[in-house]
């Protein structure tokens, strides 16, 4: 019962602090994401075994120029190229490679082009029309939040047929459906609150977050897997660290950016 309240109490309150800061400002929003990626980034290099400091400032300049500056779009298109490629491999590396390539020389790429970047375009999110929407990104996360409780909660008490059990043997295809499922209910929820977009556009967007955000969660289990550890950190009581929190965002960000980008440019 005292783990459970724990449990609760640190997710309320994490819950809390990102809904503030969404919508608060721009700068309270870029503030607090830039030191939850330095924490995230230090999680990541503890999992997989990477001891430098030089990343940090790369997520620092990363942060300063592609989310505060903004200062070249095409540039953003070519970060963004670079790292949907990347997390591509990781989910091929997911399904047909024992262990994914990551504890020799690939560290640096992936550490910038998924973690660092991840962080970049989720900061980009709101900006994807040019002007900061706070209701966007609030939108994205409580469908992230959506997809993995139902997750959870249909997995825990109807699930039978494993997704990837060789990977995490606790989700199943019925835990995936039922969250594709609730989350597709919350974006008509939340189509009918915002005039931002149709219903159509807010379901496919719910579609991306799903199943990019589980493939997130899948290649995070396998990075923990493969060092040999249950949690990326013990910062959050009752829910590991943040990485553990954040692994769907981090890894559906650049794909929830494009799909708005091109939403925007075809309306």
């Known amino acids: 019962m005292k783990e459970l309240l724990v449990r609760g109490l640190s997710g309320v309150l994490y819950v809390s602090i990102l809904i503030f800061s969404m919508n608060s400002s721009e700068i309270a929003f870029q503030m607090l994401f830039l030191i939850i990626g330095l924490i995230c980034l230090f999680e990541f290099n503890q999992l997989i075994h990477l001891k430098t400091f030089i990343l940090f400032p790369i997520l620092i300049g990363f942060f300063i120029m592609f989310s505060y500056l903004k200062f070249d779009f095409y540039a953003t298109k070519l970060l963004l190229i670079l790292t949907g490629f990347v997390n591509l491999f990781l989910f091929k590396d997911l399904l047909w490679v024992s262990k994914i390539p990551m504890f020799g020389q690939k560290k640096y790429v992936v550490s910038i082009l998924y973690l660092i970047s991840g962080f970049v375009f989720i900061a980009l999110i709101p900006f994807y029309s040019g002007e900061f ?10 469908l992230i939040w959506t997809n993995d409780t139902f997750a959870y909660l249909v997995g825990k008490n109807f699930g039978k047929r494993k997704l990837l059990e060789r990977v995490s043997p606790k989700k199943t295809m019925e835990g995936f459906f039922g969250g594709l499922i609730a989350a ?16 159509l556009i807010w379901l496919g967007l719910a579609f991306i977050t799903s199943v990019f955000g589980t493939i997130g969660d899948l290649v995070q289990s396998k990075f923990k897997r493969q060092a040999g550890v249950k949690d990326s950190g013990a910062l959050m009581p009752g829910h590991g660290g943040l990485y553990d929190r954040l692994d769907s965002i981090i890894y559906a960000s650049p794909f929830i950016y494009i799909y708005l980008l091109v939403i925007d440019y075809v309306s």
């Open 133 to 142: 929407s706070s209701n966007i990104i609030v939108s994205v996360f409580v």
């Open 184 to 199: 597709s209910a919350a974006s008509f929820i939340i189509f009918k609150y915002l005039s931002i977009f149709d219903p």
